[in-house]
């Protein structure tokens, strides 16, 4: 298994670019969740997923878009990027989920460095 | 006040030292307690978690929950150069009736440095 990837690991955006953060899991797991993690702010939840096709605003959610069309894949949509969003995504699958725990613990991918101009 | 709160350090030890890393948090619903190790660019991982007040222990690692005074630790014994890393802790509540609809909130997290 290759459990939660991601891609691409760096990307440079200009301000008012858009762009796709892919993840995709193959654990079969019905929770995906996106994360951003900022110096001094710890992990905070952009949007989250209980199924295909079911989705939900987390934490902090404006300026991100997100789809679930299968089990497998779920990607974050940056639709005008700002300066502001630059961060470290990332993006994390649990199977029955975000409760955390031994029966929910979520898997984490290796993270999207993403920078704003 | 932050519903969970935990010092940044950065906390260097040298190899063989006991660790004590901790996290308050303020909000009383909080029923599962996580620490999560990352590592210099790489995703957390789960390292331990407690559903209830008292002590864990697996290995080098003692996680420790006091709902009382909303507390929780982690204690890592030995300490190893290998353990160099970000812990985060990370609490989670029921916020929504109906199902399993958890909210995880999460530390900011400590570095930890091990001197070999």
């Known amino acids: 298994n290759a459990g939660v990837t991601q891609t691409p690991k760096f990307q440079v955006l200009k301000t008012g670019q858009s762009m796709t953060l892919q993840c995709a899991q193959d654990?079969?797991?019905?929770?995906m969740s996106w994360y951003r993690q900022d110096p001094g702010m710890g992990l905070r939840l952009i949007h989250y997923s209980v199924g295909a096709g079911i989705t939900d605003q987390g934490e902090v959610p404006n300026g991100y878009n997100v789809s679930r069309s299968t089990t497998e894949d779920f990607p974050l949509r940056l639709l005008s990027a700002a300066p502001s969003q630059t961060s470290v995504y990332f993006c994390?699958?649990?199977?029955?989920?975000?409760?955390?725990?031994?029966?929910?613990?979520?898997?984490f991918g290796p993270g999207t460095r993403l920078t704003v101009l | 006040q932050k519903e969970v709160e935990q010092d940044p350090g950065p906390l260097s030890v040298p190899e063989g030292a006991i660790v004590s890393l901790n996290c308050t948090y303020s909000?009383?619903?909080?029923?599962?307690f996580m620490w999560y190790r990352q590592y210099s660019r790489k995703g957390p991982e789960l390292l331990m978690y407690?559903?209830?007040?008292g002590n864990k222990e697996d290995g080098r690692f003692t996680a420790q929950v006091d709902k009382s005074s909303k507390y929780i630790s982690l204690f890592i014994r030995d300490s190893q150069p290998s353990d160099s890393a970000t812990y985060l802790c990370?609490?989670?509540?029921?916020?929504?009736?109906?199902?399993?609809?958890?909210?995880?909130?999460f530390g900011k997290g400590t570095l930890l440095t091990v001197n070999p």
């Open positions: 994390a699958s649990s199977p029955y989920g975000l409760a955390g725990g031994s029966y929910n613990e979520q898997f």
């Open positions: 990370a609490m989670s509540a029921l916020y929504s009736s109906g199902g399993s609809n958890y909210k995880l909130t």
């Open positions: 909000n009383s619903a909080f029923q599962y």
């Open positions: 407690t559903y209830s007040s």
């Open positions: 654990m079969n797991h019905e929770y």
